[in-house]
Structures are given as C-alpha cells and as structure tokens.
C-alpha cells in the first residue's frame, strides 16, 4: 500500500516509473506475466476508484485540510499536459510542509477539478484512507496503462462493492 511517506519522498514516484517502463518493455496482456500479476497486486492496493464531479466534490467537502499540487507523475513526462491534483487531510499537511501542494480552500479544489474536464478524475488510498483526487491522465497514467494490459483496476465509485 502507498503511505503518506511514499509521497512526501521519493518512493511513490519510484514505483510509478518503474510500472509504466514495465509496460512500455512489454508486448500484449500481463494476464499470464509474473511481474505483472505482482505490478496488478500493488496497483490495486491503492483501490482506485472514478468520481464523477459531484462525488469528488462531496470527498473535497468534508476534508480537514485540503491542498493542490502538480499531479504527481508529470515529473516523470514533464511535457505532456498539465494537471494538478486535490490531496486531502494528512496527505494534504505533509504535502504542503514537503513543498509539494499548496493548502487550498474548498472553491479552489473544486475550481481545480473542474478545469481538468476531461481527465477522469481517480481517488486514491493512502496509508488507508481516500486522499489523492487526481484528474488521470490516461496515456500515462498507471492505472489506465494497467487496464490496457489486461490488468483490471478501475471501478466506478457509484458500482463499488
Ligand atoms: S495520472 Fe494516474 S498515475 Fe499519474 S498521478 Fe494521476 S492517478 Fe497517479
């Protein structure tokens, strides 16, 4: 499971890269692929979920803290589009004291998902909890590339068990 410290350091950041070169080295599904029943394993640690707007807005609502930071695997393709995430309560704290995020006010992360229309948006678990609303950018992000390899993580919130 990732952890609050996997963020402020380097580890989460660490483990993104190494999935998506995984991907990128890989031909077809991971169904069957060893590494990739263990990539599948870790990914879904993190339960994903897709929010509609309202539903991220009703997580963003009840936050004791709330941050906006770069989404954090643009460092790895500092080229492609900008987007930037909402991080929640503990996350959102130790984000801000890292440099990471900026605190932000409730209009502000809900201004902030809005403009990322188009980018579906994924919470995250963190050391347990939902924390992490990113707006996902499908070609490189790491669940979106999972689900590409046949390696199914993604529901949608309204169909979670
Ligand atoms: S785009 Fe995907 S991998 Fe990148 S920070 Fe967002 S949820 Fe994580």
């Known amino acids: 499971m990732g952890t609050i410290a996997d963020y402020t350091g380097c580890v989460i ?3 993104i890269r190494k999935a998506l070169h995984y991907f990128d ?5 991971l169904t ?7 990539l599948h394993k870790n990914i879904n640690e993190f339960e994903p979920l897709i929010l509609s707007f309202n539903q991220a807005g009703e997580y ?16 790895l393709r500092p080229g492609t589009v900008f987007s930037e995430s909402v991080f ?4 959102a704290v130790e984000m801000v004291a890292y440099g990471h995020a900026r605190v932000a006010t409730i209009e502000e992360a809900e201004e902030c998902m809005q403009k990322s229309a ?3 948006l994924i919470i995250s678990k963190v050391s347990g909890e939902y924390l992490e609303i990113c ?23 309204d169909q979670a068990l």
């Open 13 to 15: 950041l660490e483990n």
């Open 25 to 29: 080295s890989t031909e077809g599904p």
């Open 32 to 38: 069957q692929d060893e590494k990739g029943q263990r």
């Open 60 to 75: 963003i609502r009840t936050a004791k803290s709330i941050a906006i930071g770069e989404r954090v695997c643009r460092v």
């Open 88 to 91: 929640l309560d503990e996350l």
């Open 118 to 120: 188009g980018h579906p």
């Open 135 to 157: 707006p996902s950018y499908p070609p490189d992000c790491v669940y979106w590339r999972a689900e590409r390899k046949g390696l199914h993580c993604l529901q949608r919130k």
